[in-house]
């Protein structure tokens, strides 16, 4: 993967990213899509503080809803910015890092309703849905993240041509 992928402009751009498809969705923020993308694409050092400004900056915008919540809104972000790094190298990653991070999400969310209360509103619709706009910004992303990479490639010969 690219160093400019990998640099703040990239982090940022999901940051908007965030907000926009927020926007899409009607004040559902795609975390799943968003931190997949990140731990796949953002350097370490990078990727966890993405994924505590991701839930800071949708908390605000959004609505603080306790402590709690944002506590564990941050330790499953973390969570799944770090998974793709324990995944190998392998053409399936990007998908598998998807899913893990899918599940990984619902049930932080999950055990976090149970602790905080509210595990009730838990409704397989609503997790349909979930699941099939975070796979759409999800393919959307990485398409977009595919072609800055490739954009960013020098042609064949190119490095020779200019001296470098």
């Known amino acids: 993967?690219?160093?400019?992928?990998?640099?703040?402009?990239?982090?940022?751009?999901?940051?908007?990213?965030?907000?926009?498809?927020?926007?899409?969705?009607?004040?559902?923020?795609?975390?799943?899509?968003?931190?997949?993308?990140?731990?796949?694409?953002?350097?370490?050092?990078?990727?966890?503080?993405?994924?505590?400004?991701?839930?800071?900056?949708?908390?605000?915008?959004?609505?603080?809803?306790?402590?709690?919540?944002?506590?564990?809104?941050?330790?499953?972000?973390?969570?799944?910015?770090?998974?793709?790094r324990a995944l190998p190298r392998h053409p399936a990653r990007p998908l598998l890092a998807f899913i893990l991070a899918f599940l990984v999400y619902e049930a932080g969310l999950y055990l976090a309703a149970r602790l905080l209360g509210g595990a009730g509103a838990f409704r397989l619709g609503q997790l349909w849905l979930g699941l099939t706009q975070n796979l759409v910004t999800f393919a959307l992303l990485f398409a977009l993240w595919a072609l800055v990479a490739r954009m960013a490639k020098p042609a064949p010969g190119q490095a020779l041509a200019t001296g470098q």
């Open 1 to 84: 993967m690219q160093s400019t992928q990998r640099s703040l402009p990239w982090c940022v751009g999901l940051l908007l990213a965030s907000g926009l498809f927020s926007r899409l969705y009607g004040c559902g923020v795609p975390f799943v899509a968003l931190c997949a993308i990140a731990g796949l694409t953002l350097r370490p050092r990078l990727a966890a503080p993405f994924a505590l400004a991701l839930v800071g900056v949708n908390t605000l915008a959004l609505g603080f809803s306790g402590w709690g919540w944002l506590v564990s809104l941050a330790l499953i972000a973390l969570a799944m910015v770090a998974l793709p």
